[in-house]
């Protein structure tokens, strides 16, 4: 039991304004707390970092609640069950659940999912098989709609979303071409994920690249950053091109609203351009997990996780992501 | 027949840079031209002005090609038969076609589509029963689908497919607010078009008076304007509201493109933002048809045309109309 144990907790003591710093947040010690009726008491093994908590810091009005000032960030979380007031888990389960950046959380028995160890690595449940991936596939396959033959540009390509989208967009018989930031990530996008090209958006001459890379022009882009690689796909969409946009992580530290792009080719090349949040898609569950699992146990999809050790690095990792330093998907390994 | 008679033809002169002016067009005369087999000769009788014809004056890129310098500039008319070499149409007979700014053309046969004058004025094939008619149906139906008890708000809401995109919407059961230049517009698109408010894009204080015409926000905003209204509109949008993107007449005369809004909303708010031609939908005509030819019999759509007589008076009201002096359907009476 976790009777002599502290909690760690990193809260949000501050909200950033620009890019975040280690001063926004802070590190407390607390009890371990204790499971009421219906809750479990469970120690969080690998903490998922995220693009979208970039907004939980910030007090504007946003389809999720702002983390309050001194409480705990949120994270989905990895867990094993500590102590469980629920006939439905028992002590030693792995689960997936709402953990938070703390070493132990106590959650409602309604919010946990079961993870089977056997059936896959269960860190995977907070990258290609949870979330981000999920986000992936609906994002590509219902708001993007793919054909075979057509040009997907996905950007952000070897992060836990885009390196998904390109790898469905392949098995769905598309050309894919990712724009990542540096060589390392292209060469991995290419060679291991097997785009058909990446590019690297640090490099000069992105769009004549871009340009030279997709000759038929562009008919999916899928949006995860927005800025420069935006303006650089812009001018490429053709006729009845879907814009399914995920994120703008290039604008997520901006402290003015950056203007979009010029609307009148969503005119003229009647363009769809249309956000959409993973939470909302839940009714494709199934089917995302049954054909994403599949692909990894075929080896038709791969994934790559980057791993930080200590709940004492989110912050700085969590900076990092924000900036593009992570190489696949971020994760805290919480407890060895 | 035409003999002895002179064929007026309105051409191209120059592309404008910016807004259009009269020195940018022609008026030259020549014979009337002589039907070949499977033609027919036809003389205007409505020439119909409409907003995309100014992307047809420039040499950008778009979705139709360019009019050429020296060429007739294109437009839709309604005309009478004056000389046929096709088994399907009579002299005497009326007909829609791509007449042109002209007197006389001559047009294949495949191209025209039979009026009969009992059905319903003539003039309305250019307009509610016609093109602008059928870009309000499917753009709001399609595209917007509003559903009962929605708020849609629609920008040029006087104009020829504003005024219908409105009125369609309350017969579906929403609230409409309308965006219209003047105060006299507005007074008739309430009173007369039965729109639940409309605001003066030129009165100052346009976001704050939207605002407070939207208590519940935005579902489905008709964009046809862009600049101003657009702006005003951008932050009252729901969650999973939708953009058809008719057009953007306010940026028709812009050198260079403007940025468009901040797409930070297009995620949180899971917005569809889709630009649509009207040609594209050709599968929905007998749909519009059917529909709105029956609601303006029954009095629930209404419709006013701006007549402007002359052929000769043609570029000054188009001129006008990308400045927004006409009230209602813009259309030329070429002959009396």
């Known amino acids: 039991m976790a009777t002599g144990h502290k909690n760690r907790q990193i809260v949000l003591k501050r909200r950033p304004v620009g890019a975040p710093a280690a001063e926004d947040f802070a590190i407390v010690e607390g009890a371990v707390p204790e499971p009421g009726d219906g809750e479990v008491l469970a120690r969080a093994l690998w903490l998922s970092l995220d693009p979208y908590m970039r907004g939980r810091m910030s007090d504007r009005k946003s389809y999720a609640p702002s983390v309050a000032l001194g409480a705990v960030m949120v994270a989905r979380t990895v867990s094993r069950v500590i102590d469980s007031r629920d006939s439905g888990f028992a002590p030693g389960e792995i689960v997936l659940g709402p953990g938070g950046w703390q070493d132990y959380a106590v959650l409602p028995a309604a919010s946990l999912r079961k993870l089977d160890p056997d059936a896959a690595p269960v860190s995977t449940a907070l990258g290609v098989l949870g979330m981000p991936g999920m986000t992936a596939y609906v994002g590509l396959l219902d708001i993007g709609r793919p054909a075979k033959g057509e040009t997907v540009v996905v950007s952000a390509a070897s992060g836990a979303v885009g390196s998904v989208v390109g790898q469905i967009a392949r098995i769905k018989g598309c050309r894919v071409v990712g724009v ?68 703008l992580i290039a604008q997520y530290n901006d402290v003015e609203p950056v203007p979009g792009p010029n609307l009148t080719p969503v ?7 249309r956000g959409f949040i993973v939470s909302d898609h839940g009714d494709r569950w199934g089917d995302f997990y049954r054909d994403v699992s599949a692909w990894v146990r075929e080896g038709r999809i791969k994934y790559r996780e980057d791993v930080v050790d200590g709940l004492e690095r989110a912050p700085e990792a969590f900076i990092g992501l924000l900036e593009g330093r992570n190489f696949g998907k971020l994760l805290v390994r919480v407890t060895g």
């Not at 038929?216 to 399914?244: H, K, M, S, T």
């Open 267 to 273: 005119v003229t090349k009647r363009l769809t351009v």
């Open 180 to 247: 990542a930031g540096g060589d390392t990530k292209c060469r991995y996008v290419v060679d291991e994920l097997g785009f058909d090209a990446c590019l690297d958006h640090r490099a000069p001459g992105l769009a004549d690249a871009l340009a030279r890379a997709c000759p038929g022009g562009i008919d999916v882009y899928f949006e995860n950053v927005g800025g420069a690689v935006q303006r650089a796909v812009w001018p490429l969409l053709n006729d009845f091109a879907r814009v399914p946009v995920c994120g």
